[in-house]
């Protein structure tokens, strides 16, 4: 089965950067759209960043203008770029692929893994 596996989360100041990698072990970004996750403490899990399989990017408002996703099909690779960081961006980074079911819900495919820890300090 697919696993994904998240890489490059770290602490970081306020207003840092960091970029935050997802690897799967088989072919599976160049055929889905991907999504970057993330879940705070005591939060539900919030899709904050997407990339279809044309190309096109989407982000959740509160990261807009920040966060950059990107794919690399030849690596089966997807990167989240973040800049600018603020404390309300510390969570749990996860990456998987993005699905709306038959009445809109959004989900990924595959089993999450445990992700990385993106901590942002004053």
């Known amino acids: 089965q697919v696993q994904l596996v998240e890489t490059g989360g770290g602490l970081v100041q306020t207003g840092g950067s960091l970029r935050v990698s997802c690897a799967a072990s088989?072919?599976?970004?160049?055929?889905?759209?991907m999504g970057w996750y993330r879940q705070a403490p005591g939060k539900q899990r919030e899709l904050v960043a997407e990339i279809t399989r044309g190309g096109r990017t989407n982000y959740a408002d509160s990261v807009k203008g920040r966060f950059t996703i990107s794919r690399d099909n030849a690596k089966n690779t997807v990167d989240l770029q973040m800049n600018s960081l603020k404390p309300e961006d510390t969570a749990v980074y996860y990456c998987n692929t993005v699905k709306r079911g038959l009445r809109g819900e959004l989900y990924g495919d595959y089993s999450w893994g445990q992700g990385t820890q993106v901590t942002v300090s004053s």
């Open positions: 088989v072919i599976t970004v160049s055929i889905n759209d």
